[in-house]
């Protein structure tokens, strides 16, 4: 912190009170910018990490990939485009492309390789527009019985991931 004060001193020297002010809240903007990316990369390298581990461990039951990383990330893009294709403004999501979503994984390395392709993508929730992953989404987008319906479409494919 001393780092922080000494730099502020060194750079408000010879400005008057009111730049002072705004270079003091210029530098601690900047440093809590830094602080929220980084918290941010520990979040996102935890993700990957705890998926990285299922997905071995799933290859090690014998279950196979069924698409290629370009598959995945257009079948993950087409979701999201035609998730809230819908006229209805007391229904979020349309339940065609969850369905369909959820016939398209056929094992638990695909909805891994599924959700790794969707990442975290900025979503319109409520008023603001924020990070979300697949599984939130589909939670916040469908009704418990839309989302109830996908899973057990999901167990019909023999995949023991659910959203």
Known sequence: MAFVKDTIKDVATGLPP??????TLAILGGVAYGVYKIY??????????KLGQSEKKYADM?????????QYQSIADTFEKSSGDTWNPFDL???DALWKLAKAIKSDLDFIEIEKAFGERYGRLDF??????LVPYV????DPDEVNTANDILKQNKVTSTF
């Open 18 to 23: 009111w730049a002072k002010g705004v270079a």
């Open 40 to 49: 941010d990369t520990i979040g996102d390298i935890q993700n990957a990490r």
């Open 62 to 70: 014998g279950q196979k990939k069924n698409y290629t990383p370009s």
């Open 93 to 95: 999501g349309n339940e």
């Open 128 to 133: 603001s527009f924020t990070k979300i992953r």
């Open 139 to 142: 939670n916040y987008m469908y």
